[in-house]
T-cell receptor, first 114, second 108 residues
Framework: EAGVAQSPRYKIIEKRQSVAFWCNPI?????LYWYQQILGQGPKLLIQ????????DSQLPKDRFSAERLKGVDSTLKIQPAKLEDSAVYLC????????????FGPGTRLTVL | GQNIDQPTEMTATEGAIVQINCTYQ??????LFWYQQHAGEAPTFLSY????GLEEKGRFSSFLSRSKGYSYLLLKELQMKDSASYLC?????????FGAGTTVTVRA
């Protein structure tokens, strides 16, 4: 069974530029999560989708971050404009049905903002 | 939010046993997870506890005491490949919150 796919794996941009990350969850998984993991910290949930609807985006900095999952399968996370403090690994995870299931993580995108 | 505490670092010798403690304060508790994360890689699921007691899975065991807000992950017969960060994650109101992780270094 294929795991969670993410691209790109690495991205380096300058502050104030825009960047987008892509995630394809495990086939059949209804719930998709985006996390931000700053070096030395645990992952922090940014947004949770169930199918194509947003379940929780309370910790998403909505002035610069946006995410969509239009067809209820793959998802994109965008940052516009980026700040230095956005340098982190962005992890995508998926689970079978809802928040009661185990989450499986993708390899992440390491973002460096200069 | 949750208050999840775990030690920052632990070092142990190959073949030994290491116990990683995790304490938490939360309401709406739905379960506790342990994940392993090798440097530069994604977290991988190790164990899940929702009821009090010990769950054993090969060389890894996880314990939970809900009344004490306490869990531990026990790694037995340590191997070099077990050198990684171990993340304690608490699910409350069906949302997962992670601790900062414990970096375990296994020495020969």
């Amino acid at each position: 069974e294929a795991g969670v796919a993410q691209s790109p794996r690495y991205k380096i941009i300058e502050k104030r530029q825009s960047v987008a990350f892509w995630c394809n969850p495990i086939s059949g998984h209804a719930t998709l999560y985006w996390y931000q993991q700053i070096l030395g910290q645990g992952p922090k949930l940014l947004i949770q989708f169930q199918n194509n609807g947003v379940v929780d985006d309370s910790q998403l900095p909505k002035d610069r971050f946006s995410a969509e999952r239009l067809k209820g399968v793959d998802s994109t996370l965008k940052i516009q404009p980026a700040k230095l403090e956005d340098s982190a690994v962005y992890l995508c995870a998926s689970s079978l049905s809802d928040g009661t299931d185990t989450q499986y993580f993708g390899p992440g995108t390491r973002l460096t903002v200069l | 939010g949750q208050n999840i505490d775990q030690p920052t670092e632990m070092t142990a010798t190959e073949g030994a046993i290491v116990q990683i403690n995790c304490t938490y304060q939360t309401s709406g508790f739905n379960g506790l997870f342990w994940y392993q994360q090798h440097a530069g890689e994604a977290p991988t699921f190790l164990s899940y506890n929702v009821l009090d007691g010990l769950e054993e899975k090969g060389r890894f065991s996880s314990f939970l005491s809900r009344s004490k807000g306490y869990s531990y992950l026990l790694l037995k017969e340590l191997q070099m490949k077990d050198s990684a960060s171990y993340l304690c994650a608490v699910r409350a109101d069906y949302k997962l919150s992670f601790g900062a992780g414990t970096t375990v270094t296994v020495r020969a």
